[in-house]
């Protein structure tokens, strides 16, 4: 279980994120949503010990340091791969420093992808990075995959494919924390949808709950962050004098 | 447990064989660009595609190894002149033969006084180093944040050992080449210095030997 209880964080007297407090439990596949400089990326970085904050993030009641956070992988639209290093120095890089390297897991989607195993990432087109950026994620054999803005730069076909192919290769053991903004795409994916406003955790939700309900997740997250569907018809309105 | 081995001493993919070093672009050093290396110091349409064939070829390790044959250069120099300032005046030449004589009394400067600055040079090294460091750590989070994987491996020693371990080792042979240049010059002065000319204290300051003094010492 990964526990965030009263995280905060402010970057130069800004609160970035504020008394956040959250659980991820094992097998649970979470989206994490949140308009642009609502504090997602802050809450990752900050579980992943990039970032100092104050309030504390346990893994199974324990702290994160250097001996528990190879149980946490990171994809990231920054990308995190060595530019320089083949997808095969790659593999031996991750056999040598994270236990659980998953081998067959990294062969069978670079396979998929059908990406070169022995060409630098510099040279692979932006798709190409991202695939292998989250390829790496979900085979550095972690508990908890941290994906943030995996998908910036895909086109909607290879998007589906990892949709498909995540929720077809994922143990029970494994969760995902996926920040996104492409809500829609993956509603069908998500089972928990966790939401960020200007620093606040403003809903925690389950996906199963929304369809008892008979509410998509879209219309569920508009609610919550109190979208008025006529605001550009009314902006509209003010420019052009309701001509 | 640290494995040092060769490729362990640089970033991951870092191929200090292949990579250019001395391609500046602001205060970065940008070897990966080729546009941007053209960009910005040559004229409005220079190319510099020429100087690359004939310069580009400079790596990392081959700017070591000439970083070092440039220290051992200037080090014998100011060796040599540590020597001459040592025995000025012990002989005098006899007109017209040119035969030399001993002058009585004389005693040579002490090696410590002679020495001081004389392995000033190591400080060029120590700037290639520093730089070929800062070139390391920033490989980690240009182009992208490998540094988020370097924070998530085992060993807190991995990163600053990929980063610092190369810069280190040149360091390292810098100093073994300054003992071994001081060792010579040492066994050259007692060599070749007359027994009842040298002075009393033969100690050398080691940490002189590194300072900058003035040239005009040399002439005192």
Redesign the interface.
Known sequence: MLKIEGLTKKYGGRPALSDVSLSLGPGEIIGLFGENGAGKTTLIKSI???TPYSGSITLDGEKIT??N??R???A?S?????????PA??AD?YRE??AAFREKRFEGLMDFFALPMHR???SFSAGQQNQFEII?ALC?GADYILMDEPFAGNDIFNREDFYKLLAGILEPSETVLLSTHLIEEISGFVGRAVMLHRGKLIDDVQVSELEERGISLIDHVKEAYDYRGDRVSKALDSITGGE | MLDIRWDKLFPPGYHPTKKKLFYMKGILIDYDDPEARNRGFFEVGGDISDEEKAFGHLTELGSAVMVLCIFIFVSVLWLSAAYNLAVRGMYSRLYPSGEKLLNEGFIAKPMGFCLQGSLRGIWFVVVFCITCALIHYLYFVRSSKSIFVMKRIGSPFELHLRCLGFPLLVLAAALMLCALMILIFRAYYFVHIPEQCLPQDTSIDVPGLFRFVSADRLLS
Do not use: K, M, N, V
Not at chain 1, 78 to 86: I, T, Y
């Open positions: 992943l010990q990039l250097r001996r956070i190879a946490l992988s990171f990231t920054e990308h995190s791969f060595f530019p320089d290093l083949s120095g790659h890089f420093h994270f630098r990432p510099r790496l550095q």
